[in-house]
């Protein structure tokens, strides 16, 4: 049976919680209609979650008691793993981007970062709406840690946040004698890859990728894919 999962921060202390978070009490006791008796998974969007049991509610407020004990502190904390994995999207038009983010948080990526390149058409996001987007979806799938998504940058600037982070990166793209993704990411242990736009890099974004970034230029397979259907097969294996 699915648990339920919920979003709190930062985690109380103690072996018995009192949730007080209004739209955290509505959501589990009037939308949900969660007793006594059921379990609950709790997360900090951090990288922490706990598993715990609702004992009490009211109008007001949601008892849990905290299933799992450590003699330090209480609860027991399980923190997920700490690789940060990117994808570096192009952002993408109508609601395409949206359902991008979503299905990349749900897949465990760490970092999204919306590029704006020379073929982009829609260059503007709702940083507030994909935030809001990825943290369902982290809920949904049961993560403990929320999706960053960076504002929208040029290639530069999502090169120089790669290499201040010490990030190796490969870039997708079409061509011959590109050697598949999931080899290049084996062997080359990269953490991060660039996704296009629908009509491709450009001539000169090639030449920055090769020449000044030293980034390789990989391939997604035989088929024609769409931007987030890249993107998703592109989270899928640095994920894996």
């Known amino acids: 049976m699915k648990r ?7 985690f109380p202390s103690g072996t018995t919680w009192s949730i007080r978070v209004p739209a955290l009490v509505h959501q589990m006791v009037h939308v949900l209609k969660l007793r ?16 715990g049991e609702i004992v009490g509610y009211s109008e007001k407020s949601v008892e849990v008691r905290i299933q799992q004990l450590r003699e330090d502190e209480g609860a027991a904390v399980t923190p997920t793993q700490e690789k940060r994995i990117y ?6 038009k109508k609601d395409h981007f949206e359902w991008l983010a979503e299905k990349l948080a749900e897949l465990g990526v760490t ?28 809920e949904q799938s049961e993560q403990a840690r929320v999706m960053t998504i960076h504002a929208p940058t040029e290639l530069m600037g999502a090169m120089r946040l790669l290499t201040r982070s010490g990030v190796k990166a490969v870039v997708a793209d079409t061509g011959k004698g590109l ?24 001539d000169e974004e090639r030449t920055f990728f090769t020449n000044e970034c030293g980034f390789e230029r990989v391939s997604l397979g035989t088929s024609v894919l769409r931007g987030e259907t890249a993107g998703i097969l592109v989270g899928y294996e640095l994920s894996r």
């Open 4 to 10: 339920h999962v919920f979003t709190l921060a930062p």
């Open 36 to 51: 006594i008796g059921e379990e609950i998974l709790l997360v900090d969007g951090a990288g922490k979650r706990v598993a």
């Open 87 to 92: 994808v570096c999207a192009a952002i993408l």
């Open 111 to 138: 970092d999204l970062i919306p590029l704006v390149t020379a073929r982009t058409i829609k260059k503007d996001i709702r940083l507030d709406r994909l935030e809001t987007i990825a943290k369902e979806a982290m």
């Open 179 to 202: 050697k598949p993704l999931p080899d290049v990411l084996r062997s080359r242990s990269a953490t991060a890859v660039f996704v296009g736009p629908e009509g491709g890099w450009s």
